[in-house]
């Protein structure tokens, strides 16, 4: 049995045993804690491959394959085309040497944060964090650490609330200009990392069309849930795509 279908497989148990059903008439019983009622100022962060070329902002990894764009034609002046130099020949250069998560914390909660919520993995399908999941990680690749839970352990020790944010929803078209033009996103030996690369909608607001395959909400839940149950965040943020009809039995059973 892989690790992913062992991970389900405890959802589906906890899903029943626990003391929540997978629907919402039982999801609404749940109380709203005391501290979010409380912190009224947060400190989001958005961290991890995208740093590296650090042009534009976190959406560089998509712009980067849209021909008619800004960060396109930047990427083929600084680093070649893109069948050449790809996003995942960014990740060495992702080193995290100066990284202080002892001093992040500290200056979030002098400025007054309640509750502090990094990206665990962004759009770009990249995991800040050790997981059993994908050798695309921080832990494997990179700056070779679990910066995730190295936050994690400097925030809760300052007495502020960790959550992390896991907006994997977008993953699944977030690539799919790749694959317009000779790309690497095309090579087989990434699929790990860039995903299906599906059409996105026309309308990325369009939360109804080219929903998400079953394949990749389960692949979604399951990597959710090992983040839930390694690192015990309080809140978790999916952002706006997770709002597709789609996705509504994967919100429930999580």
Not at 17 to 40: E, N, T, V
Not at 181 to 205: E, H
Request: hydrophobic letters at 40%; charged letters at 25%; a negative charge.
């Amino acid at each position: 049995m892989t690790e992913q279908q062992n991970i389900l497989d405890t959802v589906d148990n906890v899903a029943v045993s626990g003391p929540f059903q997978a629907d919402w008439d039982s999801l609404k019983a749940y109380q709203i804690p005391a501290w979010y009622q409380d912190g009224k100022f947060g400190i989001f962060l958005h961290w991890g491959v995208y740093s590296v070329p650090a042009f534009g902002n976190e959406w560089y990894p998509r712009e980067m394959y849209k021909q008619d764009s800004k960060a396109f034609a930047h990427h083929i002046a600084t680093y070649g085309p893109q069948d050449q130099f790809g996003y995942k020949d960014f990740v060495p250069s992702m080193r995290y040497e100066n990284y202080d998560p002892e001093a992040y914390a500290t200056l979030f909660r002098d400025a007054g944060a309640k509750f502090v919520v990094p990206v665990a993995e962004h759009h770009d399908g990249f995991a800040m964090y050790d997981t059993k999941l994908s050798r695309w990680n921080a832990v494997e690749m990179g700056p070779e650490r679990d910066v995730l839970g190295d936050l994690a352990n400097a925030v809760r020790k300052e007495g502020l609330v960790f959550g992390l944010s896991s907006p994997r929803a977008e993953h699944f078209w977030f690539f799919d200009n790749g694959r317009k033009f000779p790309s690497d996103v095309q090579d087989p030996a990434f699929d790990d990392l860039y995903g299906p690369a599906a059409p996105s909608p026309d309308d990325l607001a369009d939360l109804e069309k080219n929903p998400p395959t079953e394949e990749f909400k389960a692949n979604s839940l399951a990597r959710t849930c090992e983040l839930v149950d390694r690192y015990q965040p309080q809140p978790v943020w999916f952002d706006w795509w997770i709002q597709n009809k789609a996705w509504q039995p994967f919100l429930k059973k999580f």
